[in-house]
């Protein structure tokens, strides 16, 4: 008899769609919210090193790492995680603290890897749809077993204030995860929260600030029982030794990454202004990202056309976000061009 050996689950979902990766040479990326300046150079002590280390597993509890997150934070080591990406953080949280039959809620639009990870555990979910303007209202009543709150939220740059975060967090039942994937773009954080409430974590990645996106290293702080729990579940050696050693170095130096942060701000300013000017509707961005909405031509059409000059930007599909595009902040020169394109397309 022929039939699948895959999880029905597994067949029904759809998988969660990365930003392209171009194959050929020449694209300018403006479409996955990568840093366009490299990371510190004191990565390449690591680099350098000789490569009979490697002939040894890594420390499965990354302890240098975590005591130098702690010292960042100013917690405890117990009271940090260190994951394979940010993404293997998130992933473990539905893992750790949702009840097959519990649910897990998030924003629309908002990250579109949660409803994957939720379908991937046959967990239902709750999405809390935006507002029209990409505010926040929570419905009476709400409630979930797990909560990812997005801030600056993915793909719509947004950071909530801060007392309507503290409020939400200080009244939800459920575990509250605090994605803050781009908070080092963003004018404050809320690190403070998971130090406060005994189900509120922080998570952060070193992929967009720390420029190392190819490394997959991201981490989480919380309340010591939440981070335990995590550490029973994970992959035996979930971060590499080499990785580790490379997000030592970067977690190090604050002022490397605090003046690239700084410059990438300049620019997305810089670059959010002239979008203005030529009709471009921009709301306020405390990301390394814009979220843009065009007069004319419409947002696929103008993804389209600048795709063709070798440039990419990010287009989401549907009801809520396919009037807009999401723009990473590259260099100077890539805004500069990004520009001449929009100028030569006649978009507004």
């Not at 702690?70 to 009840?99: I, K, M, P, T, Y």
């Not at 963003?186 to 189900?199: Q, T, V």
């Amino acid at each position: 008899m022929n039939r699948s050996r895959i999880r029905q689950a597994v067949e029904r979902m759809r998988a969660y769609t990365p930003g392209e990766q171009p194959q050929e040479p020449g694209f300018i990326k403006l479409n996955t919210n990568e840093n366009p300046y490299p990371p510190t150079p004191a990565i390449r002590e690591a680099l350098e090193r000789p490569p009979d280390r490697l002939r040894l597993y890594p420390d499965p509890l990354c302890q240098e790492l975590r005591r130098e997150l702690a010292r960042l934070h100013g917690c405890r080591a117990e009271q940090v995680f260190v994951g394979n990406g940010s993404d293997e953080v998130l992933a473990l949280c539905v893992r750790a603290f949702v009840e097959r039959d519990g649910t897990i809620g998030f924003f629309d639009p908002s990250y579109s890897l949660y409803p994957v990870l939720a379908a991937a555990e046959e967990i239902a979910v709750r999405p809390v749809p935006l507002k029209p303007d990409f505010t926040w209202d929570m419905p009476a009543g709400y409630a979930a077993s797990l909560f990812f709150l997005t801030t600056p939220n993915a793909p719509t740059a947004l950071q909530y204030p801060r007392e309507t975060v503290r409020s939400f967090c200080a009244g939800f039942d459920g575990v509250v995860v605090l994605d803050e994937a781009y908070v080092d773009f963003a004018r404050e954080h809320f690190m403070d929260m998971a130090l406060e409430f005994g189900h509120v974590l922080v998570a952060r990645s070193l992929s967009k600030s720390y420029s190392l996106a190819g490394l997959r290293v991201g981490y989480v702080v919380g309340a010591e029982p939440l981070i335990a729990a995590m550490y029973k579940i994970k992959d035996s050696y979930n971060v590499d030794r080499l990785a580790q050693e490379i997000a030592l170095a970067a977690i190090r130096d604050q002022a490397h990454m605090r003046a690239n942060a700084a410059r990438i701000r300049a620019t997305r300013e810089r670059a959010a202004a002239a979008l203005r000017t030529r009709g471009f509707e921009v709301g306020p961005s405390e990301a390394n990202f814009l979220w843009a909405r065009p007069s004319r031509p419409a947002a696929r059409d103008l993804y389209e056309a600048l795709r063709a000059r070798k440039i990419l930007v990010r287009y989401f599909p549907g009801e809520r976000t396919g009037a807009h595009l999401r723009v990473t902040i590259g260099t100077d020169g890539e805004m500069d061009a990004l520009l001449r394109a929009l100028d030569e397309i006649g978009a507004g």
